[in-house]
């Protein structure tokens, strides 16, 4: 099974259920709500799936994307999507294990744009979120994008986060959140 992103360009997706890639639909609306903000950004995709949403920064000059992927099939996906479409880029690094711990090897750094799609029925939403919020990834003005089921609450209750916009399409809704500030300590 093939996708297409930005430019025409196609990549290769995983046959079966083990990935879900985010359906075109849902990416434009991402990029385009993200429009003016991804050129020079340093990006984060958690759950990258085959890749398309890192692909699809870098295509539209993201600095730098930074991917976390469990899967060892989907691994060898993006690393043959991103080659197809990038070439040998320098600003591409895929990890490959456990989302939660692949976090803490980020701890001091910051990304301004974040994706993350786990598999909807998961458990990966709240320790994610959360270890977003404690290692302080998300850069001030920075968003994080959630995908998640529209029948599925977004996490809510994370003081160091607040959500800025929620939006339906179809069966997939995504969330954004921005870094939350106490009263009184912003500029």
Same mark, same amino acid.
Not at 56 to 70: D, M, T
């Given at each position: 099974m093939s996708l297409r992103i930005y430019g025409?360009?196609? !990549?290769?997706t995983?046959?079966?259920?083990?990935? #879900?890639?985010?359906? *075109? =639909? @849902?990416?434009?609306? @991402?990029f385009n709500i993200w429009q003016g903000e991804i050129a020079? %950004? #340093?990006?984060?995709? /958690? %759950?990258a799936g085959a890749g398309a949403m890192? +692909?699809? +920064?870098? %295509? =539209?000059?993201?600095?730098? &994307? &930074? +991917? $976390?992927?469990?899967s060892d099939r989907a691994c060898r996906v993006i690393r043959e999507n991103l080659q197809k479409i990038v070439g040998s880029a320098q600003s591409f690094y895929l990890l #490959?294990?456990? @989302? &939660?711990?692949?976090?803490?090897?980020?701890?001091? #750094?910051?990304?301004?744009? $974040?994706?993350?799609?786990p598999p909807y029925a998961s458990d990966l939403y709240k320790p994610v979120l959360e270890?977003? *919020?404690?290692?302080? /990834?998300?850069?001030?003005?920075?968003?994080? *994008? &959630?995908?998640?089921?529209?029948?599925? !609450?977004? $996490?809510?209750?994370?003081?160091e986060l607040q959500i800025c916009r929620q939006k339906v399409y179809g069966n997939t809704a995504l969330t954004f959140y921005q870094v939350a500030f106490e009263p009184g300590l912003r500029d």
């Open positions: 025409n360009r196609q !990549l290769k995983l046959l079966g259920l083990e990935t #879900r890639p985010t359906p *075109a =639909r @849902v990416r434009e609306a @991402v020079g %950004c #340093r990006w984060l995709d /958690l %759950c890192s +692909a699809e +920064a870098l %295509c =539209r000059g993201a600095a730098e &994307v &930074v +991917a $976390i992927e469990k #490959r294990g456990d @989302v &939660v711990q692949k976090l803490k090897t980020l701890a001091g #750094r910051q990304f301004d744009r $974040i994706y993350f799609d270890a977003l *919020a404690h290692y302080r /990834l998300l850069a001030e003005g920075g968003e994080l *994008a &959630v995908e998640h089921s529209p029948y599925r !609450l977004p $996490i809510e209750g994370l003081p």
